[in-house]
């Protein structure tokens, strides 16, 4: 359990990080609060980061981390990884670039199968953009690819 809470602490330390690239559903809010916080309560960011580990639950889901409790997708994203793109229980950073890359590049190769039908070419779509807005905010430049960042 130490391990555990230590880990943590390290993960919600680097969101902390002024230069920290995050993105995913949650990511908003966590950038509003660095940019605003204007009463620092804690005497430094580790106990700032052991403050928020203890009241948020982190799962890695292997492309992301995941802060959902009772509520949220119920393990969806586990499934369809580019459904916590946007979750508001997500948070994905620059531990998860390699894996979204590989997202990305399989969604390009999906592209180019003409059998997948209107439907599937319609998420193969959706899927390239949401992955490109991700992948631009993770510090990763996009080319000839017209990407989707949705607004919250």
Known sequence: ??????????????????????????????????????????????????????????????????????????????YEATSCINCKNSIIDRNHKETWLGIWRQQLELRQIKDIGPGGKQRVERDIKRIGCLLQNLGIKVENEEVFCEKK
């Open 1 to 78: 359990l130490e391990s555990v809470h230590e880990e943590k602490i390290k993960i919600v330390e680097h969101w902390l990080d002024d230069d920290a690239l995050i993105s995913g559903g949650a990511a908003s809010s966590l950038k509003a609060y660095k940019r605003n916080r204007k009463v620092n309560t804690k005497k430094d960011r580790r106990q700032l980061a052991e403050n928020i580990s203890h009241t948020v639950t982190i799962r890695g889901t292997g492309h992301g981390w995941c802060m959902a409790d009772d509520y949220g997708c119920g393990g969806q994203g586990l």
